[in-house]
């Protein structure tokens, strides 16, 4: 957008989805509004910002609802509405959080989070990163008394494999049963249940019920699993960074002259 009064622009920027930052180089412009242009790089950062269920509109149809916001802005304006007191705060406040937002990016652009320190991070959180994994296997069957039939000849001696084989109804029946390894968060509530109260080599007895229907778990192994730090780079970076502005927000302060006034 161009020719744009400070204030507008900020508003605009808030409305159509883009940055009151000028657009140079290989930008068409679409159209101009009372002065005001609307480029390509507008349009783009508008289709950008679009609510899922808006994607489908079509560029002419994005170009027109752009034209219409500018208007109204420009009618708000003329208006003298961005100087009202409550609208001209809210604006402040909207002011302040975008300059103070890119204020921190600037901080860790020029110094972002280093590999060493992921690396001293997770070395940290290490020990709580470790889950326990389960190795299971499940016979689903429609009805209670289905299942309790299945307990029946299963406690007579029969495989637990072979029995899921011929009688389950899930998609893992084929396989005899087997969930694979699994942590206890990927599982419906009850499996976890009823997993933590049982040994190596054990299988419910009471059957268990879900919304799939009813189920005999058989807990054939556990191990501890603790993530790479590759597996949980993206979680830790964050900390790193919050570490970061929080340090350079220190270092301004020990520079300012900040005076707190006792609360009346």
Request: hydrophobic letters at 40%.
């Amino acid at each position: 957008m161009r020719h744009t009064p400070p204030l507008l622009a900020l508003c605009l920027a808030a409305l159509l989805g883009t940055t009151p930052a000028l657009a140079e180089g290989d930008d068409p412009l679409l159209a101009t509004v009372n002065g005001v242009e609307l480029h390509q790089s507008d349009r783009d950062q508008f289709f950008a910002n679009l609510a899922p269920e808006l994607k489908g509109i079509t560029p002419e149809q994005a170009l027109e609802e752009m034209i219409s916001r500018t208007l109204m802005l420009q009618y708000a304006e003329a208006e003298k509405l961005d100087q009202e007191s409550e609208m001209a705060d809210t604006l402040k406040r909207y002011h302040d959080k975008l300059v103070v937002t890119a204020a921190l990016g600037k901080v860790l652009q020029e110094s972002p989070p280093t590999q060493e320190e992921i690396d001293a991070l997770y070395e940290q959180y290490k020990p709580k990163l470790a889950q326990v994994e389960f190795l299971a296997s499940h016979i689903l069957v429609k009805t209670y008394d289905e299942a309790h039939a299945v307990v029946q000849e299963l406690q007579g001696g029969a495989d637990f494999h072979e029995v899921a084989k011929a009688k389950s109804i899930g998609p893992t029946a084929k396989e005899g049963g087997s969930l694979g390894w699994f942590d206890a968060k990927r599982m419906v509530p009850e499996f976890a249940q009823a997993l933590s109260t049982l040994n190596r080599g054990e299988y419910t007895v009471d059957p268990l019920e879900t919304k799939f229907g009813w189920h005999i778990v058989l807990l054939e192994d556990t191990r501890s699993h603790t993530p790479s730090v590759e597996e949980v780079a993206d979680k830790l970076r964050p900390l790193v960074e919050r570490q970061r502005t929080q340090d350079y927000i220190a270092g301004l302060r020990k520079k300012a002259r900040v005076v707190i006034k006792a609360a009346n």
